[in-house]
């Protein structure tokens, strides 16, 4: 895919890797636009990657209908999404899952990102092309204790992915699952506060990195899923 001039949505862009994806996918010459839940740090964060807000949250379906609407009115076609919105669980032993903490996660991290793809899909079928990258984690290749609620989400996510390639592959669509290991950011605080970077560990634009670089493929062939670790966590 040629990213300069593309036409791509990053949802989940407000922090971390969404918004480090976005920078480097903005620098790269597309044009981009990041969604967010909180309008003062979706606002700051395209002040910062150049690319254009949008309050919107992928567990409301009527935000994820104005999203598309938005997209069809300002571009008229789309390149690429990139389902990156997710959020984290509390670890709990199984003995302590209760259904709220399934509905909280899975809304965004499974249904929300559904019915994303479900909308960029409608639109790539009208095109006969388009893109599709699901940022999973190393979660959805292999559980963990006390992790059923949060793994068993990007596991779902990855089925998805596989379910999602063997549909749009024939209408040149490519499907792409990346499995960061643990990246310095946000996620899994309540109060959205970045983590200080560790020289031993990812940070966000490592991930970002990897989007960018799966995307750049040539269109006749794609990647269907990459999985990301730093070299010496330990």
């Known amino acids: 895919m040629k990213i300069e001039g593309s036409k791509i949505l990053v949802t989940g862009g407000s922090l971390g890797i969404g918004?480090?994806?976005?920078?480097?996918?903005?620098?790269?010459?597309?044009?981009?636009?990041?969604?967010?839940r909180d309008r003062k740090r979706i606002e700051s964060a395209a002040k910062v990657t150049g690319a254009i807000p949008?309050?919107?949250?992928?567990?409301?379906?009527?935000?994820?209908?104005?999203?598309?609407?938005?997209?069809?009115?300002k571009w008229g076609k789309l390149d690429c999404l990139v389902n990156n919105a997710g959020i984290g669980s509390q670890?709990?032993?199984l003995t302590e899952v209760t259904e709220d903490d399934f509905l909280q996660v899975y809304k965004v991290n499974v249904i929300g990102a559904a019915m994303m793809a479900k909308y960029a899909a409608i639109?790539?079928?009208?095109q006969n092309y388009g893109n599709i990258i699901n940022i999973a984690s190393t979660a959805a290749k292999k559980g963990y204790e006390r992790g059923t609620v949060y793994a068993s989400s990007k596991f779902a996510l990855r089925g998805m992915t596989e379910?999602?390639?063997a549909e749009l592959r024939k209408h040149n669509v490519r499907v792409i699952l990346i499995n960061p290991s643990e990246v310095t950011t946000a996620f899994?605080?309540?109060?959205?506060?970045e983590r200080p970077e560790r020289d031993n560990r990812l940070r966000s634009?490592?991930?970002?990195?990897?989007?960018?670089?799966?995307?750049?493929?040539?269109?006749?062939g794609f990647i269907p899923e990459l999985t990301v670790y730093a070299t010496n966590p330990w």
């Open 188 to 193: 899994g605080d309540p109060e959205r506060k």
């Open 19 to 36: 918004k480090a994806a976005a920078g480097i996918l903005v620098k790269s010459g597309a044009d981009v636009i990041i969604t967010g």
């Open 163 to 165: 379910c999602w390639q």
């Open 91 to 93: 670890s709990t032993h």
């Open 123 to 126: 639109i790539f079928k009208e």
């Open 54 to 73: 949008l309050v919107a949250d992928v567990s409301n379906s009527k935000h994820v209908e104005e999203t598309y609407q938005f997209i069809r009115k």
């Open 205 to 220: 634009e490592e991930i970002a990195h990897s989007i960018k670089a799966v995307l750049e493929m040539d269109d006749r």
